[in-house]
């Protein structure tokens, strides 16, 4: 069976039971998790995640008129949605605002889409730090190409979605998600410099060597201001040194100039600064390791990652903390190389590589620590490093 033979087979079949014939496209785009590098895709640095083996899919068919029907079967709803201009962001609403979004930009660079029907599914995780909004707007991007025969360069579609997500949804997200979303390939990393687009893919096809998803199945209530925060404390971090993004900050620049950042009476602004000026560096050495098969230097700078995430970006949680501290005490002779969190922060999931040998022992020993711990069923995942966003059908 291919790799999304079971939810390609459920899309259609709910298509053909909602709109009564065969869809003439069928599009994938997959979700993604980052091995290393967080928060640093808005302060111009470094990236490096890889697309998982977790998807959102879209059946569709065109139709005379000038809207979109779209069906989702996730949230059980439908929505009529705009395919041609002016599309005003206020009139989009819930998930929705992601599939508008990402049709008014793509009609902004040129990919003008008929009316159609569509219907969405999707296996990636809502809420775990699995981008599965940015695998919506690709998709849809994608989609919009397929309809129209007009396709643009993948770095402009993911950056039409990023702009979607801005505009449309209100979340000042940076460019890392829609990038490998769009631009992943099999058995590889994504090495991303967030501030000129160039892409480096770096082999992950060690047979021996899986990526775990462990979704803590938490997601802290929060105020929604939390990552705007985060990002203008390193806006100003920046501002107060003298340079455009932290990206321009080196570790000796950083220690130099700690009193300017102590200077208002606290330490904040120096912690946050030093993560993401340290995790540029961490996820540079991680490329270099994973190019060398170092998979033990690779492991230490994933918790090393970790634990600036949990102490100077403070967007950790409890229930994380505990999955990573289990990943560690399984350890290297129990198979796991690595861990830590993955996403935004404040609850979703963790990112491991783990041998393949000891996978069935170290997610039967994680999920049944974190139940004694937490009192919450743990769910988890092995994947691959999979292709970026593809049209599996066309008429």
């Given at each position: 069976m291919g790799l999304y033979d079971s939810l390609q087979?459920?899309?259609?079949?709910?298509?053909?039971?909602?709109y009564g014939r065969e869809p003439e496209f069928l599009i994938q785009a997959p979700g993604r998790v980052n091995l290393i590098g967080e928060h640093t895709d808005y302060n111009d640095g470094f990236v490096f995640p890889l697309a998982i083996e977790r998807c959102t899919m879209i059946a569709a068919s065109r139709r005379s008129g000038k809207?979109?029907?779209?069906?989702?079967s996730l949230f059980g709803e439908s929505a009529e949605l705009a395919v041609s201009g002016p599309i005003d962001p206020k009139d989009s609403h819930g998930w929705s605002a992601y599939v508008q979004g990402a049709i008014a930009c793509m009609l902004e660079e040129g990919v003008e889409a008929p009316g159609f029907d569509a219907v969405i599914r999707a296996n990636v995780p809502l809420g775990g730090g699995l981008s599965s909004s940015a695998s919506l707007e690709v998709a849809t991007a994608t989609l919009m190409e397929a309809m129209s025969g007009t396709t643009i360069d993948p770095v402009k579609k993911a950056l039409a979605c990023q702009k979607a997500e801005h505009v449309f949804v209100g979340m000042p997200c940076g460019i890392m998600d829609q990038f490998i979303s769009a631009l992943g390939r099999r058995d590889h990393a994504l090495f991303l410099d967030c501030r000129d687009y160039s892409t480096r893919h770096v082999p992950l096809a060690d047979p021996n060597i899986v990526v775990l998803i462990?979704?803590?199945?938490?997601?802290?209530?929060?105020?929604?201001?939390?990552?705007?925060?985060?990002?203008?404390?390193?806006?100003?971090?920046a501002a107060l040194l003298g340079v455009a993004k932290l990206r321009d900050v080196s570790s000796d620049m950083l220690q130099a100039s700690r009193d300017v950042l102590l200077a208002g009476g606290s330490d904040l602004l120096y912690r946050r600064a030093r993560h993401v000026v340290e995790e540029d560096t961490r996820t540079q050495r991680?490329?270099?390791?994973?190019?060398?098969s170092d998979w033990t230097t690779a492991g230490q700078l994933?918790?090393?990652s970790h634990e600036s995430m949990k102490n100077?970006?403070?967007?950790?949680?409890?229930?994380?903390?505990?999955?990573?501290?289990?990943?560690?005490?399984?350890?290297?002779?129990?198979?796991?190389?690595?861990?830590?969190?993955?996403?935004?922060?404040?609850?979703?999931?963790?990112?491991?590589?783990?041998?393949?040998?000891?996978l069935d022992d170290v997610i039967s020993k994680m999920t049944r620590d974190y139940k004694e711990r937490t009192?919450?069923?743990?769910?988890?995942f092995a994947t691959r490093a999979a292709d970026g966003a593809g049209v599996l059908r066309l008429p």
């Open positions: 087979d459920e899309t259609i079949s709910e298509y053909k039971q909602i809207t979109g029907q779209v069906w989702a462990t979704n803590s199945n938490v997601k802290h209530e929060l105020t929604g201001s939390e990552y705007p925060e985060r990002r203008a404390s390193c806006e100003k971090a991680t490329a270099d390791a994973l190019v060398n994933m918790y090393a100077d970006f403070e967007i950790s949680c409890p229930e994380i903390d505990a999955l990573v501290d289990i990943a560690q005490s399984i350890g290297l002779d129990g198979g796991v190389l690595g861990s830590r969190m993955t996403g935004g922060g404040f609850g979703g999931c963790t990112v491991s590589l783990v041998r393949l040998e000891a009192g919450i069923e743990a769910t988890a």
